[in-house]
């Protein structure tokens, strides 16, 4: 195990599993064309048919597991049962399943800093259908246990959205602790093919407000539309992922805002600002 935590806020100090430790800014923010970090996540898997406890098992899965040699819409939000994220972005996404998916995309996941129980919860709560067959082998590594549509990912400790340089802090509002920034991705064979992040990238702690102006449903769907042809059979070649530059001021240089700018004023999911999650 890595050693004392720290809590100072300007150099706060987390450990992960291979002892290393890291300040929370210090993993560089990810880029279109950059390869996605190597990590590994704790979900939950079923065993059994039935609703008891002995019914689900622990199961470690990687960023490979999940991502490698496929083509996947990542959407990533402040948490589960939160008001934006509950009304808005899953339920966007989720009516909107099969529609993505005909762009050639192999599959939706949104990930969230929640842990595996409190996001079958509120998958369940939310109306996804769960996959509980436990006879057929599944192409998902969380199923059986996950969803049929949309996949729930747990990052319970936050270590694929420090990887990402996604983590922020809700405390001034919502009194959260660490989180991640909302935005969307399609991530390729591994490799960030394009890259939607809220508020022009600008990842900071205690924000007064949470847009869902460009990591909704529709402009994930008016990209996936314009780019048909381009990547219909398109495997992206990747950046070195560099994962330990310090951006400890929560800010993207212009030569970092790799974000494609796309209207969504037409979406019923765009909102000017409000408050987080």
């Known amino acids: 195990m890595g050693g004392a935590v720290s809590h100072s806020r300007n150099n706060e100090q987390l450990a992960i599993d291979d002892g290393v430790q890291r300040t929370r800014r210090q993993c560089r923010r ?52 939160t008001p934006v994220c509950s009304c808005d972005h899953l339920p966007g996404f989720t009516a909107n399943y099969n529609k993505v998916l005909n762009y050639g995309v192999d599959d939706i996941y949104c990930i969230s800093v929640n842990d595996a129980f409190v996001m079958r919860q509120w998958g369940i709560m939310q109306g996804l259908s769960e996959e509980k067959d436990v006879e057929t082998s599944h192409s998902f590594p969380l199923n059986p246990g996950n969803f049929k549509q949309v996949k729930l990912i747990p990052d319970g400790a936050a270590r694929f959205t420090r990887a990402m340089g996604m983590s922020c802090r809700f405390e001034n509002i919502a009194g959260y602790g660490e989180r991640s920034w909302r935005y969307s991705a399609v991530i390729n064979d591994m490799v960030v093919e394009q890259l939607f992040i809220e508020d022009e990238g600008n990842v900071r702690d205690d924000s007064t407000s949470d847009p869902l102006q460009v990591s909704d449903v529709q402009t994930m769907l008016t990209y996936l539309e314009a780019t048909a042809q381009t990547h219909a059979q398109h495997v992206p070649a990747a950046n070195t992922h560099i994962t330990n530059v310090n951006d400890s001021d929560g800010k993207l240089s212009n030569t970092s805002q790799e974000k494609t700018i796309v209207s969504s004023e037409s979406s019923a999911l765009s909102y000017a600002s409000h408050s987080p999650a």
Do not use: H, Q, Y
């Not at 590994?40 to 406890?53: C, N, P, Q, S």
């Open 30 to 81: 990810v880029r279109k064309g950059d390869r996605i970090p190597s990590i590994a996540l704790k979900g939950r898997i079923r065993v059994g048919t039935g609703e008891e406890i002995s019914n689900f098992a622990w199961k470690d899965v990687t960023t490979e597991d999940l991502f490698k040699g496929k083509r996947i819409v990542l959407f990533s939000l402040p948490g589960a049962f």
